[in-house]
C-alpha cells in the first residue's frame, strides 16, 4: 500500500478504518509538506492536491488547510486551473 494512487488504497483499505486513516494520514502529511515547503507548484501540482483534500473530505473527514491553494486556484489565468 502507499505506491498506490490515494484511491486505489482507498478503496483496497475500506474495509478496515484503521488502515483507512493511517493511509489517509500519511497523505494529508505529504500534502501539508507539499503547500508549505515548495512554493514552486504548478498549477497541475496544485489542482492534483487539491482534488485529493477534497476526495478525502468528501470520504468525511476534516480538512483544516488547503483552502487558500483552492481561491489562489480560482484566480489564475488559465480556465483549467480556475475549473477545479
Given at each position: 500500500?502507499?505506491?498506490?494512487p490515494?484511491?486505489?488504497?482507498?478503496?483496497?483499505?475500506?474495509?478496515?478504518?484503521?488502515?483507512?486513516?493511517?493511509?489517509?494520514?500519511?497523505?494529508?502529511?505529504?500534502?501539508?509538506?507539499?503547500?508549505?515547503?515548495?512554493?514552486?507548484?504548478?498549477?497541475?501540482?496544485?489542482?492534483?492536491?487539491?482534488?485529493?483534500?477534497?476526495?478525502?473530505?468528501?470520504?468525511?473527514?476534516?480538512?483544516?488547510?488547503?483552502?487558500?491553494?483552492?481561491?489562489?486556484?480560482?484566480?489564475?489565468?488559465?480556465?483549467?486551473?480556475?475549473?477545479?
Amino acid at each position: 500500500m502507499g505506491s498506490q494512487p490515494l484511491t486505489a488504497d482507498i478503496e483496497v483499505l475500506g474495509k478496515s478504518k484503521e488502515a483507512e486513516m493511517k493511509r489517509i494520514n500519511k497523505e494529508l502529511a505529504n500534502i501539508r509538506s507539499k503547500f508549505k515547503g515548495d512554493k514552486t507548484l504548478d498549477g497541475y501540482q496544485k489542482k492534483k492536491y487539491v482534488c485529493k483534500l477534497l476526495f478525502i473530505f468528501l470520504l468525511g473527514h476534516d480538512i483544516d488547510f488547503g483552502h487558500m491553494e483552492a481561491v489562489n486556484l480560482l484566480s489564475s489565468n488559465k480556465y483549467s486551473e480556475k475549473q477545479i
